[in-house]
């Protein structure tokens, strides 16, 4: 890092976890006044304000965010200030004042998308971060909590609907067709979390009743013309809130919980208290432009951010380096959610294919970070799936370790101890410490060492008697030179080689050093191990179990997880081998077989397993990555698992013809399944493939057929390729959802003319930088597409360089997220790696860069 400068000024400053400082001064009370308008909104706070214990000497310190202070009072006389970059200072006599400040905002001119913004014609706020400071000047940190009243005006036409956080305790009409509104949030909150939404917006209503009786007034929020999508985000919302109370005995905490869809927003959504905003990808779904998988994700993100009410807004971080103590928690109480709701097995496998696909290749990167980061340049950039996702398998263990009992009474201390508070993940590990009585002092270091542990496991057998043997080791990340070996809680059974039937019990076995020697006895025949189940740790296991013992597992293991595992593990065996030019696909044509058989009574689960390790995680377990090559063998694959089954992919496109459209677990389960046993027809190169694609694609009364078969032809090149994409995008021409999976499907293509087309789909009048969905799906879609964005010639590099570059001025925080790609240059072979490097630096030298691309780009480089 030292040494990366930027061309036109110094580097950007380095914030780091070692220097908080507790605030000089509190906030307990704010008053916002809007004056709402697209071009120029006026924004009149009033803080009071209380010097702190820590406070003494010390100036009064609101962070802004360029906006132009109009005015400032303090006690109501006028005041004079000191700026400090974008912050200004105060000198204050006393230890408690009034300071009233007078601004003015441009939301339409607001590219970000951070602070208020225009999304189609709403205006609407995101402040997580560190947003509320582009609204109003306050110390806009998550340790100040605050109780808010707002009071918002407007031009009744262009914006009927006001909402903000809590309830509405008053409102009316003005003079010159305008009107008002005033809410009031009694919860003392973040100034993250705060929230308004002024629109034209129509609301679909329900009511729970919590638990102990009080009722809550549910409103979710969207155009007009969406509200017959809304009924599915609703049902989740309210079984969210059922299952809070249910499993972690909480309950909602005031009378009104809004939730508003916006089209234009740069992640997935938003927690503010009482008026969540979302993606409007996560809230609208119905069966004709909604897949199966955009059905779970609703579901998901609706309860995700459901749950931060707990963790997250009543508890919420002390600093941003305790991110993952309200995203690791909350991803982990999202997933035991959604495993309840359907299948528990196939929640588990989609989670850990999700944790390898997005936080393994961070972990081992440039851009690897602990679940609670020790320094960053924007915090934008830490919203990752190592303080998301790895952060929830920090949890998970936890659980695993103390069982649910013991963790649970550890949560409701944590809960009723830190209830208002801001704090730490020492705090939260504390907590599950006492009240679950255990001792976590060596589980700590989860928290705070980068990268992913590898375990070694080898299994001797002699006689009736068995050792198991693991070692673990944890290579260096960046600026953590020495490691420290972690306790890992690794699910462990034996089967037998002979009968496949399980030998003795499951054990948890918590490898606490950096090596174990574990006996077991009684052993009626040779035993295959079974390790990791149920993926009880996010480590690599390093096993040399022949191809025998793995289709063993995936025909006999109990754990679904470990069946799934066994199969991908001989799948990713049998590919390394051909790329090692020894090709044998007949074990896992067998172990596959097997596997169909299951096809009628679990095919979720068969969809699941018989699925191929993709592309990149094939790429994680190769010194040198070449790209062409690993999509080569993998195909050499589908297509022989094609060609040897054919029969029984053709049979099974028949059998699971959809019947009427359902939602259930095996209905989705059969679809997917259905899809996938196309592509395996296309992989064998069968002749009727392309018709059986076409036809599905045409008679599909929902749009996971439609856009399964869709995928399927876009890949190929069948004459009916051209004629599919062309008759989906002019059925959902003007719907964005849609037609961003009609450019996501084309930028996913692994023809190797992706490139041209994707370039081509840059130029298209329906493709904008404006929208981050839009930019995700045309270009995030193409940087994962592993064949075509590492193109020999490195014109996919220059392509998404050339993107990031376009969009940095307009959205840094969506321009940032493209360029971990360019991250695992190591990875690849010297000519890629010359060619991706060559692009970083290209970035590197544009003057004037974000801090968000600045510093993704500078330590992708190092
Ligand atoms: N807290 C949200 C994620 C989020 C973070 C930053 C944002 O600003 C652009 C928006 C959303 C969550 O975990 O859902
Ligand atoms: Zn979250």
Partial sequence: MAD??????????????????????????????????????????????????????????????????????????????????????????????????????HPATNTQLMGLYASGGLLCTQCEAEGFRRITFFPDRPDILSRYTVRMEADRATYPVLLANGDRINGGDLPGGRHWAQWRDPFPKPSYLFALVAGDLAVNRDRFITRSGRGVDLGIWVREGDLPRTGHA??????SMAWDERVYGREYDLSVFNIVAVADFNFGAMENKGLNIFNSRYILADPETATDADYDA????????????????????????QLSLKEGFTVFRDQQFSADQGSAAVKRIEDVRLLRAAQFPEDGGPLAHPV????????????????????????????????????RRGCDLYFDRHDGQAVTCEDFVRAIEEGGEADLSRFRLWYSQAGTPRVTATLDHHGTAATLRLTQSLAATP???????MPIPLRVALFGAETGRRLGEERLIVLEDAAAEIPFEGLAERPVLSINRGFSAPVIVE????????????????????????????????????????????????????????????????????????????????????????????????????????????????????????????AKGGRRLRTIALSYMFAAGAADAAARAWAQFEAADNMTDRQGALAALASSDAAERPRALAAFYDRYRGDALVIDKWFSTQALSTRPDTLRAVIALAAHPD??????????????????????????????????????????????????????????????????????????????AVPGLSRDVFEQVSKSLA
């Fill in 4 to 105: 990366v400068q930027r061309p036109d000024a110094a580097p950007p400053p380095i914030i780091r976890r070692a220097d908080y400082v507790p605030p000089a001064w509190r906030v307990p009370e704010v008053a916002l006044d809007f004056m709402l308008d697209a071009d120029e909104t006026w924004v009149r706070a009033t803080l009071s304000v209380v010097r702190a214990d820590s406070g003494a000497g010390m100036p009064l310190a609101l962070d802004g965010g360029g906006q132009k202070l109009v005015s400032l009072r303090v006690d109501g006389v006028p005041a004079t200030w000191r700026t400090d970059g974008d912050r200004i200072l105060i000198d204050l006599p006393g230890n408690a004042h009034r300071i009233e400040t007078e601004c003015v905002i």
């Fill in 767 to 844: 493709f904008t930088l404006a929208n981050p969905n839009r930019v995700r799906a045309l270009i995030g879609a193409f940087a994962a597409n592993q064949r075509a964005f590492h193109q020999a010639d490195g014109q996919g590099y220059r392509f998404v360089a050339d993107m990031i570059l376009a969009l940095d001025p307009i959205n840094p925080q969506t321009a940032a997220r493209m360029v971990p790609p360019f991250g695992r240059w190591r990875r690849f072979d010297p000519d890629r790696a010359t060619l991706m490097t060559a692009e970083l630096n290209r970035i590197l």
């Fill in 298 to 321: 609703v579901a998901g993100v609706v309860a995700h951010e459901y749950f931060h009410n707990w963790s997250g807004n009543r508890v919420t971080c002390r600093d941003w380096f």
């Fill in 479 to 485: 600026g953590q030179p020495v490691k420290q070996p």
């Fill in 234 to 239: 609703m049902a989740a919302l309210k079984a």
């Fill in 543 to 666: 096993t040399t179990r022949p191809a025998a013992d793995l289709a063993l597992l995936s025909a006999h293991d109990d754990d679904p997880f470990a069946r799934y595992e066994a199969l991908q593990q001989l799948m990713l065996d049998t590919i390394l081998a051909d790329l090692q030019g020894r090709i044998d696909h007949a074990p896992v044509i067998a172990a596959m077989r097997d596997v169909l058989g299951d096809a009628a009574r679990d095919p979720a689960f068969v969809a699941e397993a018989v699925l191929p390790p993709s592309e990149a995680f094939v790429g994680d377990h190769l010194p040198a990555i070449d790209p062409e090559a690993v999509h080569a063998a993998r195909e050499r694959l589908r297509a022989a698992i094609g060609g040897a089954l054919v029969d029984d992919w053709r049979g099974l496109h028949d059998r699971l013809k959809a019947g009427a459209y359902e939602l259930t677990p095996a």
């Fill in 372 to 407: 609670r980061p020790d320094s960053y340049i924007e915090i934008s950039n830490f919203y990752t799936a190592t303080v998301y996702n790895k952060g929830a398998e920090l949890i998970r263990m936890m659980a695993t370790m103390l069982g649910w009992d013991r963790f």
